[in-house]
């Protein structure tokens, strides 16, 4: 191991250039597949916190009793897809209308709307058809004179949704795909520029693991580089989004250490496959 790790330094000192080129092209590579998972968090974070305003609202009869209100409330609490359940009562629904809708704050009189339950849902019941079942049994109780949920509002962020997973699966796949293409050309290179230096070991008698092995070492030092470098350059856009146009999400930590462990994989990986692919010609 320690004649491998030497091997893999000789080569980063004899060829710089084609070293640097391999770490620039992996960098670049992994920036573009960093930039668009980027985005597709970002997108997702946002329709998630849109998904997260997804309630049913009962209206209830006027002059309902305390005690049935609390009934109720406690039966949908105990629900599995209910997050929680507040009673809004006609005072703080005719304030809520007057601060969201306050081009017409003027319009609405005290006693002019009644108060309501609103049902919160959890994640992973917020799709049309969970949030109907929900919106059906609240109908069943008693004082609920209607029930409203915005059935066409939730339909279009469904699809939305599923569009927006659809389309990140196909691009991510597409980026990945010319990322591997591309990183797979520039170790390439660096195999068949010391393609005279791998024959001459195999001549002594060196074995496969023998040869392979500093190339190993070189891949994964690339892939690393490279992914440290990735996502210095997603940083430094995100940075300057969210200080030119609008606040935006980075990735936590944990999918950062991923991606990096990600690029030192595809380079170890490509090496090997190119290594024994080159061996194979020789034999």
Do not use: C
Request: aromatic share 8%; glycine share 8%.
């Amino acid at each position: 191991m320690r004649l491998a790790l030497r091997e893999a330094l000789m080569a980063f000192r004899r060829s710089p250039l084609l070293s640097a080129l391999g770490v620039t092209t992996i960098a670049f590579s992994l920036f573009a597949f960093g930039l668009f998972s980027l985005v597709a968090l970002n997108i997702r974070t946002a329709l998630r916190s849109i998904e997260e305003r997804v309630e049913v609202r009962a209206f209830l009869v006027d002059n309902t009793p305390a005690d049935s209100i609390a009934t109720m409330m406690e039966e949908l609490g105990k629900r599995d897809d209910v997050q929680r359940v507040e009673y809004i009562d006609k005072e703080q629904a005719l304030a809520r209308a007057r601060e969201e809708l306050g081009e017409f704050r003027d319009v609405f009189e005290a006693g002019f709307l009644p108060a309501s339950l609103d049902v919160r849902l959890r994640e992973g019941y917020r799709d049309p058809k969970s949030v109907l079942v929900v919106a059906d049994f609240v109908r069943t109780l008693p004082y609920v004179e209607d029930v409203r949920y915005g059935a066409d509002w939730i339909e279009k962020l469904h699809r939305i949704r599923n569009i927006a997973a659809a389309t990140g699966v196909v691009l991510g796949i597409a980026f990945a795909a010319v990322a591997i293409i591309i990183i797979s050309a520039s170790i390439r290179m660096t195999v068949l520029a010391r393609a005279r230096e791998i024959g001459i070991m195999r001549l002594v008698g060196a074995t496969d693991a023998f040869v392979r092995r500093p190339f190993l070492i070189d891949g994964f030092a690339k892939g690393v580089l490279g992914g440290l470098l990735a996502l210095l350059f997603t940083w430094g856009a995100h940075a300057v989004v969210s200080k030119s146009f609008l606040q935006a999400d980075f990735f936590p930590s944990n999918l950062a250490a991923l991606g990096v462990a990600g690029g030192a994989a595809l380079g170890t990986l490509v090496s090997a496959l190119s290594v024994r692919r080159h061996l194979k010609r020789l034999r």
